[in-house]
């Protein structure tokens, strides 16, 4: 999607295109750290080249306007600034709804409506936060739109992650807002949940290309299993608080929590206690690897990260797992596991160069055969953080 054709689409839409501006925020896919951060643990997501693209024109009444070119047969969407309260309404423009309704919510006053044309090429239901995406298209485009100079682009990460949780319902962790703002091309983001810190990692796989595996699955329950897992981890860990002095359970480290875990009286709550101390574990080590050349343990410990949120977290599918066992399978695969909230979506794959086409070929292959469709592949480039167009 080029500048000009949202400028065409925008002046088709709303009639006229000259003060309209335009900006873009990637989509994300997680290497390595999965479900650890609203556990204070860590992270190594990188931004994406798909997201979203949006071109926006402030008005001089109170109204606000939303126009999506994947879903033409909502047409133009109305609403209003008086009219923004919490609480899920039930379509896409709930997402910018929430951002303008928390700007306000901290001080940051939108004195007039807007007109917003948005296009998103990241695949509908995998997993590769589109909802992060225009969240944060949003952020920045209330920033440039009406002068918030002070905004940080972590600050605006932090508003969709709150919006998200407070007038959508979904009770995420900063991760993927944190991704799609601060995203570097060829990098991913080593980042500590807990304080904000954050390294930028060079991705250098010489030898091998990422590959997203789509298994166009995307099962009802991932909402409130999502929020019931974040729940079980809080049980664990005010369980553990008794007996320790920790304030998330991103401070442990595995021998620690063997050594308390038995404080945790429910047997499900400490499983999915365990995945979080371990997978942050995994995810310092994972990074660690990588910074030495190591690509092949990297792959190693994404395998094992699979494993835990197969069996510890319990957060995967039969589609995901087949995904993933017909992949480990391949010579060649380096690691493979599943990426983003579960219950469908995406797998992420390191594969070397030569064995890309076969992967493909043999995965997609298997699983058509055995699940009934097609499965979607994406060999992704590390692209930058949200920006103006």
């Known amino acids: ?59 001089e009444d109170q109204r606000l306007r939303f126009y999506s070119m994947n879903f033409e047969k909502n047409g133009v969407i109305e609403s209003d600034l008086s009219e923004l309260a919490s609480g899920k309404k039930g379509d896409w423009s709930d997402y910018p709804k929430g951002v303008v309704w928390t700007f306000e919510k901290r001080g940051y006053h939108i004195p007039c409506g807007f007109d917003f044309l948005i296009f998103g090429n990241i695949p509908s239901g995998s997993g590769l936060s589109s909802s992060a995406s225009l969240e944060v298209l949003t952020g920045l485009m209330l920033k440039e739109l009406y002068g918030f100079d002070q905004l940080s682009m972590v600050e605006i990460a932090q508003i969709g992650q709150y919006s998200e949780n407070n007038y959508n319902g979904m009770n995420c962790g900063i991760m993927d807002q944190f991704a799609s703002a601060m995203g570097k091309k060829d990098h991913a983001i080593f980042l500590d949940t807990a304080s904000l810190q954050y390294e930028y990692a060079p991705v250098k796989l010489d030898h091998a290309k990422i590959v ?21 981890c809080e049980t664990a860990l005010k369980d553990l608080q008794k007996v ?26 400490r499983q999915r206690a365990k995945h979080a101390v371990y997978e942050n574990q995994r995810a310092i080590n994972a990074v660690q690897e990588l910074k030495s050349g190591n690509v092949e343990e990297f792959g190693r410990l994404m395998n094992a990260s699979h494993v835990s949120l197969r069996d510890d977290y319990q957060v995967s599918c039969e589609e995901i797992d087949l995904l993933t066992e017909l992949a480990w399978k391949i010579p060649g695969v380096l690691g493979s596991r599943i990426t983003g909230g ?48």
């Open 212 to 232: 997203i595996t789509n298994s166009k699955v995307k099962h009802s329950l991932v909402d409130s299993a999502y929020n019931e897992r974040r729940s079980q």
């Open 1 to 59: 999607m080029t500048k000009e054709q949202l400028l065409q689409k925008f002046e088709e839409i709303y009639g006229g295109a000259g003060e309209a501006r335009c900006f873009f925020a990637p989509g994300r896919v997680n290497l390595i750290g999965e479900h650890t951060d609203y556990n204070g643990g860590h992270v190594f997501p990188c931004a994406l080249t798909i997201g979203t693209f949006g071109a926006v024109r402030k008005r």
């Open 342 to 389: 579960g219950f469908g979506g995406c797998t992420v794959s390191i594969v070397e160069n030569d064995a890309v086409g076969q992967f493909q070929e043999q995965v997609g292959e298997a699983y058509e055969k055995q699940v009934g469709h097609k499965a979607e592949f994406y060999v992704v480039d590390i692209g930058d953080g949200a920006h103006a167009l």
């Open 244 to 269: 320790c002095d920790v304030k998330t359970l991103g401070d442990l480290s595995k021998e620690e929590f063997e050594q308390y875990a038995s404080a945790i009286g429910d047997p499900v709550c």
